[in-house]
C-alpha cells in the first residue's frame, strides 16, 4: 500500500469521523432545543390549568353565594333597605359570575365536547339560579363539578403527553 493511499484512507477516515460528530452535536443540541421548548410549553400548560381549576372553583363558590343572597331577596320584600342591599350583592355577585364564566369559556375550547358541556353547564347555572326543586339545584352543582373535573384530568393528561 503506498502511502498516499494510506494518507488519503485516513483523510477520508478523519473527514467521516468528523462528520459524524458535527451530526451527532448537531442533534444533540437540537434534542435539547426542542426538549427546552417543550418543558417551557409544560409550564406554560401547566400555569394556565391551575388558574383554570381557580377560576373554576371561584365561580361555583359565587353560585352559591348568590343563591344565598336570592333567598334573603324573596325572603325580605317587607325590609326595603335589607331587600336594596340583598339586590345591590345579588348583582355584584351575578357580575363576578359573569368574569368567571368569560375567562373559562375564553380558556377553553369548544369545539371539544367536554368543554362545550361544561360551558352550557355554567350558563345554566349563571342564568337560573334558584331552580324550583332543591334536588335539581344540587344535581346542577354536582354536574359543573364532574364536568369539570373531566376538563382538568384531560387538560393534565394532554400536558403528560408533551412532555
Known amino acids: 500500500m503506498s502511502a498516499q493511499l494510506a494518507t488519503l484512507i485516513a483523510a477520508i477516515i478523519a473527514a467521516v469521523v468528523s462528520l459524524i460528530a458535527a451530526a451527532a452535536s448537531f442533534?444533540?443540541?437540537?434534542?435539547?432545543?426542542t426538549r427546552s421548548s417543550r418543558l417551557r410549553l409544560a409550564e406554560f400548560r401547566r400555569e394556565w390549568i391551575e388558574v383554570?381549576?381557580?377560576?373554576?372553583?371561584?365561580?361555583?363558590?359565587?353560585?352559591?353565594?348568590?343563591?344565598?343572597?336570592?333567598?334573603?331577596?324573596?325572603?325580605?320584600?317587607n325590609d326595603t333597605d335589607n331587600l336594596f342591599e340583598s339586590t345591590k350583592k345579588h348583582i355584584e355577585l351575578?357580575?363576578?359570575l359573569g368574569e368567571r364564566l368569560s375567562y373559562v369559556?375564553?380558556?377553553?375550547?369548544?369545539?371539544?365536547?367536554a368543554h362545550r358541556e361544561l360551558i352550557?353547564?355554567?350558563y345554566f347555572m349563571v342564568n337560573n339560579p334558584l331552580p324550583e326543586v332543591e334536588k335539581e339545584?344540587?344535581?346542577?352543582?354536582?354536574?359543573?363539578?364532574?364536568?369539570?373535573?373531566?376538563v382538568l384530568k384531560?387538560?393534565?393528561t394532554r400536558l403528560k403527553q408533551e412532555m
Open 94 to 96: 351575578t357580575t363576578s
Open 27 to 33: 442533534y444533540a443540541v437540537y434534542y435539547q432545543s
Open 52 to 77: 383554570l381549576r381557580i377560576k373554576m372553583a371561584e365561580f361555583l363558590a359565587i353560585h352559591f353565594q348568590r343563591d344565598s343572597v336570592s333567598t334573603l331577596i324573596n325572603g325580605s320584600f
Open 120 to 122: 352550557d353547564i355554567m
Open 154 to 156: 384531560s387538560e393534565w
Open 105 to 113: 369559556q375564553l380558556s377553553l375550547n369548544s369545539s371539544e365536547t
Open 137 to 150: 339545584y344540587q344535581r346542577v352543582g354536582f354536574k359543573f363539578t364532574e364536568k369539570a373535573g373531566e
